[in-house]
């Protein structure tokens, strides 16, 4: 599985992430995260590597996430809606979204992505 990777081109950690991959010259597949959000299916997988921590998946700092007052409401969600959530917005999903054939990650950490590729 070549490297899937969703961002949202006015990030600046998801440019960072995109020029991270290019400099080490890593391709990768660009996903638009707002237009085409992960699959259920994805966010799944994504789970899993997270523990089922679902929190780890949401865009917190976003203002969708503030304007539908999910640090009050996720707690209450279960993992179907929460996935539903992240499946039909991608602005409350956190990015970059990256999967590969053995796991993935959210978010940039330079050190930590690393040890992913």
Known sequence: MKLKIYTYKNCGTCRSALRYLDERGVSCETVPIRER??????????????????????????????????KEKLPELTENEAIELLSTNGNLVKRPFVLTATGGMVGFDE??????L
């Open 37 to 70: 959000p992960p699959s259920k299916a994805e966010f799944k997988r994504m789970l899993k590597v997270y523990g089922g921590q679902i929190r780890k998946l949401f865009n917190t700092s976003g203002q969708d996430y503030k304007e539908l007052n999910l």
């Open 111 to 116: 050190d930590e992505w690393e040890k992913l």
